[in-house]
């Protein structure tokens, strides 16, 4: 299987689905299931973040699930488990602050992965850049009850990491379709898109609500 369809392209980010298993269980649907609803509905790109998992539960979810995104031509990344990556030849890596750094994961992931990197000020982008990372995630933009513990940025600390960044940008925490319009309105440099959990996973459609805010994100950026 190739590594992934194309080379990463920020356009990739504009509307970026992060998995839940909590959610999944909540709704009595698979992994797999919910992942090809959210790319049927437009997702452009996938994230598996599977907190509870076992090792051996994770790699079965991350194969299944790439190979859903590779039918559909969307890039698929794992949270935090580099391991777990290489093992099903996804697309790159998503990291937090305290994981893995970059500099390493790129070593061990060669130049043609993904790497996107969780960042909350602009020192933290400056340094995303020079360690040879793909993109940033900037969040809590709102408040959400999915990440415990998480501290909110605001649509002002996501702006000051847009001006500094020399990476693509998504913004996450607390976004859906009732307030993703002042996100994509902010005039941010280097803002992408969006990257959601509840808003498509915690619903009863994931097609229909990720086909909803799709629509919203593309008229919000036009209106810029
Ligand atoms: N990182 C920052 S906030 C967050 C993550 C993984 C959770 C976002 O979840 P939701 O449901 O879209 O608010
Ligand atoms: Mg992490």
Redesign the pocket.
């Known amino acids: 299987m190739k590594s992934t369809r194309r080379p990463f392209e920020p356009s990739d980010l504009l509307l970026y689905a992060?998995t839940?298993s909590r959610m999944n269980k909540k709704w009595g649907r698979s992994i797999r299931d919910a992942v090809k609803a959210a790319v049927e509905g437009g997702a452009t790109i996938v994230q598996l973040?599977e907190k509870d998992a076992d090792t051996g539960d994770f790699l079965g979810a991350a194969k299944a699930c790439l190979e859903v995104c590779r039918h559909h031509g969307v890039p698929f990344l794992i949270?935090d488990r580099i391991d777990i990556a290489l093992a099903c030849d996804a697309d790159g890596v998503h990291v937090?602050q305290s994981d893995m750094p970059v500099r390493v994961a790129r070593t061990i992931l060669g130049p043609d992965k993904i790497i996107g990197i969780?960042c909350k000020t602009p020192e933290q982008a400056e340094k995303a850049w020079i360690d040879g990372a793909d993109y940033i995630?900037c969040?809590?933009?709102?408040p959400?009850?999915?990440?415990e513990n998480?501290i909110t940025v605001g649509l002002d600390g996501l702006k000051k990491v847009c001006l500094v960044s020399k990476l693509p940008v998504v913004a996450?925490?607390?976004?859906?379709i009732s307030n993703v319009k002042p996100v994509m309105e902010l005039g941010a440099p280097n803002l992408e898109g969006v990257?959601?959990?509840?808003?498509?996973?915690?619903r009863e459609s994931i097609l229909v609500e990720t086909e909803k805010l799709r629509r919203v994100i593309i008229d919000s950026t036009k209106a810029v």
């Open positions: 992060v839940d973040r949270n937090g969780s995630g969040g809590g933009v709102y959400t009850n999915t990440k998480n996450i925490g607390g976004i859906g990257a959601v959990v509840s808003a498509l996973f915690d």
